[in-house]
């Protein structure tokens, strides 16, 4: 089945730094790479996804790369603010009626300090 | 995107009982799945529910631990059975909306906590 590394389990940063988490997956047959945020006491919530065929995708501050062919992908927050403190999950899924059975990297506790 | 809700949002239970979880989904979609999350730690896909027919469960969980039933396109329930303190996790029910889609969404999350 998938495994799904993820690096640094905690990262802290200075306000208005830059944040990268990065992910590596072992089964090439995934093509299907979120992101999401969970926030304390809360829900996952899909923050940013990247899909096979695509190299790279951004939203406003935050930017995802995926490499295929060495099977990683990160997570790039620029300009971070204190509300970005969270704990961070990268996840592999894969298509059709695969969707949805995502294999869960172990998280990234974020802390930006003011 | 799909509203998901879940009841209870959180519950205390003595061990050697069990606790049905639903899911309510405001649109019909195609994949339901439950989730475990265990304290601190990340997210473990336990089973797809089935509209209709018997869950597909993933490595190490069984249907005699965690039944589940998908009656309709809209509604599943999760049975955590004779449970142990080892049991206590949030457990959240997703779903992915249409065929072809892959974008996932979580419910809420249901709190577990086994005395």
């Known amino acids: 089945g998938e495994n799904v590394e993820q690096h640094p389990s905690t990262l802290s940063v200075q306000e208005g730094d830059s944040a990268v988490i990065k992910c590596t997956y072992s089964?090439?047959?995934?093509?299907?790479f979120p992101w999401y945020k969970q926030e304390l006491g809360k829900r996952p919530q899909l923050i940013i996804d990247?899909?096979?065929?695509?190299g790279e995708k951004k939203d406003q501050r935050i930017a995802v790369t995926l490499n295929k062919t060495a099977k990683h992908f990160s997570l790039h927050i620029t300009e971070t603010q204190p509300e970005d403190s969270a704990v961070y999950f990268c996840?592999?899924?894969?298509?059709?009626?695969?969707?949805?059975?995502?294999?869960f990297g172990d998280g990234t506790t974020l802390t930006v300090k003011p | 995107s799909a509203v998901i809700s879940q009841k209870p949002s959180r519950d205390i239970c003595q061990r050697g009982t069990s606790l049905t979880i639903q899911c309510q989904v405001d649109?019909?979609?195609?994949?339901m799945f439950w989730y475990r999350q265990q304290p601190g730690q990340s997210l473990t896909l336990i089973a797809t529910?089935?509209?209709?027919?018997?869950?597909?469960?993933e490595s190490g969980f069984v249907i005699d631990k965690f039944p589940i039933s998908r009656p309709n396109l809209t509604f599943s329930t999760l049975t955590v059975s004779n449970m142990s303190p080892e049991d206590s996790s949030i457990y959240l029910c997703?779903?992915?909306?249409?065929?072809?889609?892959?974008?996932?969404?979580f419910g809420p999350g249901t709190r577990l906590t086994v005395l």
């Open positions: 089964d090439s047959a995934s093509n299907y």
């Open positions: 649109s019909q979609v195609t994949m």
């Open positions: 990247i899909r096979s065929n695509v």
């Open positions: 529910a089935n509209q209709g027919s018997e869950a597909t469960y």
């Open positions: 997703s779903v992915v909306s249409n065929v072809g889609a892959d974008t996932q969404y």
């Open positions: 996840a592999a899924s894969g298509w059709g009626t695969n969707a949805g059975k995502s294999t």
